[in-house]
């Protein structure tokens, strides 16, 4: 603040700084703001004086100029008494002696200007002394405190009754005087007041005397409250509490007892705020501290007790622990000293003043207030009469009168809720501090959960506004908290009371099963842990858990449930908890354990189904055994237990299908043994493998018939549970998107949980996710409505395409949505027009199919890419899949056997004496009721077949297109249709055999039942190993039914020509315009068709051995279930029973130890077999090996696929499977080349068909053709390699079985075929020694060559005989082969199952091509081109097999006369010259022929499926066609000396590969070999010595 008085003043004092003072202090006493003037004034004078002090003023200049200011203003004096005190003290702290001097001296020099009494007020006693004011400042002290004494301590009134006996007698008098006339408590006041002053009585002892007579006389609140009020007027504030405060310290010794009327007195003073709550706090005992501590302890002692519970005591111990536990519970009855607060909090509740109170509890631990039971009691008292008039309105049932509660007298209590908004600002805080101990009041329980089903009515009704819906949401959250903090732990203090439980659930079941889980999850696993109390309750429960289930057997059930169901009434979560892990650990108890919870309430079976899921969920548990290849027990466990407790008990599903629906989204299969569990009990559809062909038959029935003869367990009455199930499946929308989970997850089992996992419990988990699906598919299908099913399952295309569901899945899915349409249709139709002849009803029938699957026509053709649909219709595609074995065939047998059983009922029904009457009526009518539904079924399946097989006969002629080839649409039809399918389920296989048979019957354009069911029984190496257990299973029962149908027609003939004879599918030529049906001799006949059984037998058998001999778990397991599958019908020939037998044999002893269920499977199977050995027949009795002659006529040079393995008798008439040749040639070959075809056939013998040698006129064509289509050639090509690999090693093994040749030859040429795999000669010494080595094989093999050579001249002539156009035509083909490289395909030795192509080097190609091109004889070169043309491209074969003209039987046979003479000299011509190159070359053939690399052979093993084939290859006899070949190449030989080495390898490969082939066909050709034989000369036989060790090299 800036200084008022500036140095300057002072410097001129004298001259005009004194009038400038004055003029200063005046104009500041003027100054109209009193405030401002008073202290500027101060300032002005506290500087002037401060000069003085510091002696830069004299005081007697400040003395004069005070004189004349001080009548400026009034209280100036004042003011300068104020500016000397500050002075005084200022001064008195300074040190320099001489300002203390400047200041006494100006304070005597203004002690006329200041009162002596103003100074001496102010001024400190040592001042004054020194001021002469006062004589002594020790005696002025001691004088001021005793006038002090006297004036405020003096006791001047009565403080004791016995010193004013009358006037305190006078004032209870009027205080206890009857209060009902008109008596006030200001009148009383006067009174008291009177008597306080004329009788001089103590005011403090009055008020407490006031006090004391309100304690007793309660009633007048009233009136005492404004009287004490009005008192306080005349009393300082704190006086009352002081007061109360000395009242309850006189009951805080350890015996004293607070009253209960005191509590009242200060709860109404402090409701009325006479008094504060914190200061009267302070008053009150025990302390906080002391209530945190006693808290503490509870809880330390709750944990002791769980402890004891938990641990295990001896008995020993037992009695020490009770002795000690009773001396303290002696101690505990010691009673507690008294805690003033809880009492003062008591009073408060009971007169409603919930603010106070709320204050108090909120000083103490969470829930220790209410944890004693008169305060829990109060505040309960309390919320019944805030809710009352809420409850009266909405919460009552009805018919319930109640008994009303009426509102506390005070006004200051709490509002009495009237709306929900209100119930949640003031009851919901109450229950809050409540907590669990509302369980002292189970009435107010009721009344809440009451209150809350009210609410939750009014939430789910809709209509409110905005504003409102945001306030209810609020308030269900609320209800919610109020739900988790005190209704669930108040229900588990509650000693078993089922009407709470059931009360609450009244509530629950309308909150989502989410909320409800969430709540039972908090129960669970927080609440418990929150309170001493709810601890101790926790570990009594599962005490008495453990010694109920310790007890639980399936004799005491009920008692046991009782037991329990009290037990669950309160604490379910922790009983349920420990029921489950027992569960786990002893599946035993499941069914004890399902019995007995028939006690439950209902929010116990919810809080079970919670239980469940979280236990399915346990992180911490592992799902797998130990050993990563089983799904663990205790999963195992449960969910048995899950299927048995859902299906016998109404518990709300959502939940647990949920679970298992997001499992599923998180990738997780394991779960789905749940739902398996679940269907199977609940809706009684249960998915086996095991079932047997009865059931399977059943299965194809209707539902009655399934119900029946079906299944295993008879699981009746399934109608309400599958109910329940179908509803949970459609509230929550999880049917749908369960079915697609699983047919999604299916596939990624193997990608997604897969990865480290043992492939067989891989294989588990794709099964149990695949047999639940259907398991699931089934349940739907039966169960929903038509509408149901056809509002949730999309389109066919929506569900492969948008929800990329798996195809076969996607027509399971919609297959019972067409069923479900074409029938409500043909109702529509039928009620439309009343025609009741079969004919209209079979019209309308057909009209309603195609108005169903038109659609599905058109929406199948984005499944696959369009080349499918050239060989497939989309029509044939999709009724394929979406017809069932219901719609096939009627299983007339099972219905009989169903009906015949019930007759056997009824008869043992009558039989039976002990029976009452009634009982026997009832069952005889339940018996007869259920025959008549079977037969009134069975009727009506029979009618539905019948109109099916209509509907496919009308059909059929569109189904099979055939643009490209037979073998590809079989193809086509085994790959989308029948192989899907066959695994899909027990019931899908045997549909798959079935259709194919109809098929046939149905005498099907373009569909070749040879070739389908050859490539079935081919090559099922492939198809078994990548199957899993349960899919191996259905593929063996597929394989079974296709079987029995091949055996059926196998063992009679009169069922073979009745069934097959003249049928398109048994032609061996297939014209490009289909069946014209007359020709016999272009059907495969019965003797032929019987070799053609054995071919399919002897590839089992082959197939089989190989799986067996890999080694691979999956390979084992599989062919191990498919045998047993297809047992009734395979192996039927003694020889290859007994070779399987070995194998199996072995397998038994290698796995005994290593894999405990190989083993198992194995011994099983073996048994089996050695059952069946009895039936089986030689081989000589299951086909005849010599055919008769006519057979060996009308052949054609051209293999169906796999025919290159099929026995010489089916190559005569199969061999035109693929392209039919021209007839010309076909004529002009048939009686000269009976033989001649056979080699052919195998020089040409590619897994794709070679064609005719004399295709003269087509030529053109087909190399055009060829150009359009190389590269589908090249991928058909591709393609049928991969389905019939294994056909060269199954010849020469068939060779073996025919015995052929003496045993030791084959042990000479196996030594051979080793030494010629081990060495590589390197000295002239070993050159020599594989010479001899092969001279003796040579000779030893001169025999069997003889006919071959005949037949290979024969040949010759023939192709001599083609016009030269050919070869010039395959000049060009080869130049354009060339242009594209490495897409040819070798010519012959391609038979060899799928080497790659690799192996023959391009080198290798050109240089055979070469030789080709520049052979002597143009029709040779040009057949083998074709062959390749073939090869190349099947989709030419059709189209170019009947330009020529035939040609007349007799010319035919002169040709063929010429041709073989003609072919016979230049054979022998060509002979001689060869002699001498050969015994050139021999070394460097032999050389090269050892180095053929040893992997090349080790790969074809691989590929050819079998071990040991490679050396049949070289063991076996070399009776090769292929010769011709060679002989034109050694020819060329000389000219190319540097091709020799590839092209010898190539050659030999060639022959090796045909070898097997050739020693099957010679059953066929013993006949044509004697005529031929006249004719031969025995040159000849040395040239063949030398071809053949040739060969060998």
């Known amino acids: 603040m800036a200084a008022l008085l500036p140095t300057e003043w002072i410097k001129n004092w004298e001259k005009g700084g004194k ?203 009233d009136f005492f409250v404004p009287l004490i009020e009005s008192y306080m007027y005349m009393c300082e504030p704190q006086t009352l509490c002081h007061i109360l405060g000395f009242k309850f310290k006189f009951y805080q010794d350890p015996s004293g007892e607070t009253p209960s009327s005191l509590y009242r007195v200060a709860a109404v003073l402090l409701q009325h705020n006479l008094i504060d709550l914190e200061d009267l706090y302070v008053h009150l005992l025990p302390g906080d501290n002391a209530i945190m501590e006693e808290h503490k302890r509870e809880i330390v002692e709750a944990k002791q007790i769980v402890r004891k519970l938990t641990m295990v005591v001896l008995s020993s111990e037992k009695t020490e622990e009770k002795e000690k536990e009773k001396e303290k519970e002696e101690e505990k009855t010691e009673k507690p000293p008294d805690n003033q607060k809880l009492g003062l909090l008591e009073a408060l509740l009971k007169i409603g003043d919930w603010h106070h109170a709320q204050s108090i509890m909120d000083q103490m631990p969470p829930f220790y207030s209410t944890s004693h039971k008169p305060i829990a009691i109060a505040l309960c008292q309390l919320v019944h009469v805030t809710i009352e008039p809420l409850y009266r309105r909405v919460g009552v049932p009805k018919g319930a009168k109640g008994s009303p509660i009426s509102s506390l007298p005070n006004k200051r209590a709490p509002k009495q809720a009237e709306s929900f908004e209100e119930l949640r600002k003031e009851v919901f805080n109450m229950l809050c501090y409540l907590g669990p101990h509302l369980s002292h009041d189970p009435i107010l329980f009721a009344k809440v ?60 079941k309308t909150f989502p099963y989410q909320y409800r889980y969430r709540l039972y999850g908090q129960w669970k696993n927080e609440t418990y842990n929150s309170h001493p109390l709810l601890v101790k309750v926790k570990a009594q429960t599962i005490d008495r858990a453990k010694y109920i289930m310790k007890r639980l057997t399936k004799e005491n059930v009920k008692p046991s449930g009782r037991q329990i169901g009290k037990l669950s009434h309160s604490n379910p979560t922790i009983l349920f908890d420990y029921i489950l892990s027992q569960i786990q650990k002893y599946d035993n108890l499941i069914t004890p354990v399902v019995d007995s919870l028939k006690y439950l309430t209902s929010l116990n079976y919810d809080v079970l189904a919670y239980c469940i899921i979280e236990a399915l969920a346990n992180p911490e548990k592992e799902r797998m055994k130990h050993d990563d290849t089983t799904i663990s027990s205790w999963l195992q466990s449960l969910a048995s237990f899950c299927g048995a407790v859902f299906r016998k008990y109404p518990i709300e599903l959502a939940g647990l299908l949920q679970y298992v629906a997001n499992q599923l989204k998180a990738g997780k299969s394991f779960d789905l043994l749940i739902l398996k569990e679940v269907v199977q009990k609940m809706a009684g559809i249960e998915i086996t493998e095991e079932m047997t062909m009865e059931q399977l038959e059943a299965m194809t029935g209707g539902e009655q018939l399934k119900a029946e003869g079906g299944y295993f367990g008879q699981i ?86 948008e929800f990329h569901t798996p195809h076969d899945a996607a027509f399971f899915l919609s297959r019972p949505m067409y069923a479900h349409h074409i029938s409500s249709k043909y109702d529509e139709l039928k009620k439309a027009e009343k025609g009741n002849k079969q004919q209209h009803k079979v019209h309308k029938y057909i009209t309603s199919c195609e108005l169903v699957m038109a659609p599905v026509h058109e929406a199948v053709i984005s499944l696959h890419l369009p080349k499918v649909w050239d060989d497939i219709s989309p029509q044939f595609y999709a009724t394929f899949w979406s017809l069932t074995m219901y ?78 080839t037979k073998n590809e649409t079989i193809t086509k039809f085994l790959q989308l249709c029948i192989f899907p399918r066959c695994i899909f389920s027990a019931i899908d296989a045997v549909y798959c055999a079935h259709f194919v048979e109809l098929v046939h019957q149905q005498k099907t354009p373009n569909f070749s039942t040879l070739l389908c069911y050859d490539r079935v029984f081919s090559d099922i190496i492939y198809t078994v190993a990548s199957c899993t257990e349960n899919e191996a299973s259905r593929y063996g029962r597929f394989l079974c039914c296709m079987l029995e149908t091949v055996t059926r027609w196998h063992s009679d003939r009169v069922i073979y020509e009745k069934e097959c004879g003249n049928y398109p599918g048994f032609l061996t030529i297939l014209r490009a315009t289909g069946f014209d049906g007359g020709n016999k001799a272009d059907q495969l006949d019965y003797e032929n068709f019987r070799h053609v059984v054995h071919k399919w037998h002897y590839k089992l058998t082959k197939a089989s ?92 040079v051209q293999n169906g696929p796999g025919g290159a393995g099929m026995p010489t008798s089916l190559t005569i008439n199969t061999v035109r499977l693929e392209e039919g040749t021209t007839e010309e040639t076909d ?94 000669p390197k000295s002239d010494k070993e050159k020599e020694k594989v010479k001899k080595e092969e001279k003796a094989s040579k000779e030893e093999k001169s025999k069997t060559v003889v006919t071959i050579i005949e037949s290979k001249s024969t040949v010759e002539k023939e192709r001599e005989k083609e016009p030269s156009r050919e070869r010039d035509l395959a000049k060009e083909m080869k130049s354009k082969e ?137 063991s076996e006899s070399p009776s090769d066609s292929p010769r011709l070949n060679e002989k034109e190449k050694e020819k060329n030989k000389s000219k190319s000396s540097g091709k020799e080495k590839g092209d010898s390898i190539k050659a030999e490969k060639m022959e090796k590969s045909s070898s097997g082939s050739k020693k099957e066909s010679r059953h066929d050709k013993e006949k044509t070999e004697k005529k031929e034989k006249r004719d031969s000369t025995g040159g000849k036989e040395e040239k063949k010595h030398h071809k053949s060790s040739d060969k060998h090299r």
Not at 452 to 457: D, L, N, Q, S, T
Request: net charge positive.
């Open 19 to 221: 009038s400038e003072f004055v003029q200063l202090c005046r104009a500041l006493s003027e100054n109209k703001n009193h405030d401002v003037g008073f202290r500027d004034i101060q300032q002005a004078l506290y500087e002037l004086a401060y000069h003085v002090v510091r002696g830069n003023l004299k005081h007697d200049q400040a003395s004069n100029v005070l004189g004349d200011v001080i009548e400026f203003r009034e209280d100036m004096p004042s003011i300068l008494a104020d500016v000397f005190c500050i002075l005084d003290i200022e001064t008195s702290c300074l040190e320099e002696k001489n300002k203390r001097d400047h200041f006494t001296q100006l304070v005597l020099a203004c002690l006329y200007l200041v009162s002596d009494t103003v100074l001496k007020e102010r001024l400190d006693p040592e001042t004054l002394e020194s001021l002469g004011l006062i004589k002594q400042s020790q005696q002025f002290n001691q004088k001021s405190v005793k006038i002090k004494t006297k004036l405020f301590y003096k006791q001047q009134k009565f403080n004791l009754l016995r010193e004013e006996n009358e006037g305190y007698a006078k004032l209870i008098a009027e205080l206890g005087q009857d209060l009902s006339g008109n008596i006030t408590s200001d009148l009383i006041l006067e009174n008291i007041k009177s008597l306080i002053g004329c009788f001089n009585l103590d005011p403090n002892r009055v008020l407490d005397i006031i006090l004391e007579v309100y304690e007793c006389r309660p009633e007048y609140d």
């Open 449 to 508: 959960v009451r209150l809350g089903k009210a609410f939750m009515k009014e939430f789910q009704s809709d209509g409110s506004k905005q504003e409102d819906k945001e306030k209810m949401e609020t308030l269900f959250s609320c209800l919610l908290s109020i739900t988790d903090q005190v209704l669930l732990p108040s229900l588990s203090l509650m000693d078993c009371n089922a009407c709470m439980s059931e009360e609450l659930w009244g509530m629950f």
């Open 716 to 801: 009746r009455n399934t109608k309400k549970s599958s109910q329940r199930l179908k509803d949970a499946l459609l509230d929550h929308d999880l049917a749908l998107p369960l079915c697609l989970l699983m047919a999604q997850q299916r596939n990624g089992v193997v990608f997604q949980e897969g990865g480290e996992k043992h492939l067989k419990l891989v294989g588990k988990l794709y099964d149990q996710c695949h047999d639940t699906l259907v398991q699931f598919g089934g349940f739907l299908a039966s169960n929903l409505s038509t509408e149901d099913y056809i509002k949730r399952v999309p389109s066919i295309d929506v569900l492969c395409n």
């Open 887 to 964: 719609d096939l065939a009627v299983p007339h047998s099972s219905y009989d056997r169903e009906v015949n059983k019930l007759k056997v009922q009824m008869k043992a029904i009558d039989d039976n004496q002990e029976m009452p009457p009634n009982k026997k009526k009832k069952e005889k009518e339940r018996c007869t009721a259920l025959q008549d539904k079977l037969l009134e079924e069975e009727k009506k399946q029979l009618e539905h077949v019948q109109r099916v097989l209509q509907r496919l006969k009308l059909e059929k002629d569109n189904w099979l297109l055939a643009k490209s």
């Open 1105 to 1196: 051995v190989h799986c067996l001999e890999t080694g691979e778990y999956t390979h084992i397991r599989n062919i191990l279930i498919v045998l047993t599958k297809i047992l009734p019908w395979y192996p039927k020939v003694l020889n290859l029973g007994q070779a399987l037998e070995r194998r199996v044999h072995k397998i038994c002893q290698e796995e005994k130890e290593k894999r405990p269920d190989l083993y198992a499977l194995a011994m099983g199977y073996s048994g089996q077999l050695k059952s069946r050995k009895p039936f089986m027949i030689p081989e000589n009795e299951f086909h005849h090996k010599d055919p008769p002659a006519r057979n060996a006529v009308p052949a054609t």
């Open 1227 to 1320: 004529k002009l070959k048939e009686k000269s080349q009976g033989v001649v075809k056979v080699i052919n056939k195998t020089v040409n013998a590619t897994p794709k068909v070679t064609t005719s040698n004399g295709n003269s006129a087509s030529n053109s064509k087909i190399i055009k053709e060829k150009d359009d289509k190389e590269k589908s050639g090249k991928e058909k090509d591709k393609e049928k390699k991969d389905k019939t690999p294994a056909a060269t090693p199954e010849m020469k093994a068939l060779g073996k079985d025919g015995k052929d040749k003496p045993k030791e030859e084959r042990a000479n040429k196996d030594e051979k075929a080793r030494e010629i795999k081990e060495k590589t």
């Open 1378 to 1514: 060339n242009a594209k490289g490495g897409e040819k395909v070798p010519v012959a030795g391609s038979l060899k199952s799928p080497v790659p192509r690799s192996e023959t080097s391009e080198s290798e190609r050109e240089q055979k091509r070469r030789k080709v091109d520049t052979h002597s004889s143009p029709s040779h070169s040009s057949t083998v081109k074709d062959n390749l043309n073939e090869l190349k491209d099947s989709s030419a074969k059709h189209y170019i097999n009947h330009t020529t003209p035939t040609l007349s039987k007799s010319k035919e046979r002169e040709v063929e006369k010429k041709d073989l003479d003609k072919s016979r000299e230049r054979s022998r011509e060509r002979e001689k010259k060869d002699e001498k190159d050969r015994k050139d070359r021999k070394r460097d053939h032999s050389n090269s022929d050892r180095e053929v690399p040893q992997d090349s052979t080790k790969r074809r093993k691989d590929e050819n499926g079998t071990t040991g084939s490679s050396k049949h290859s070289k």
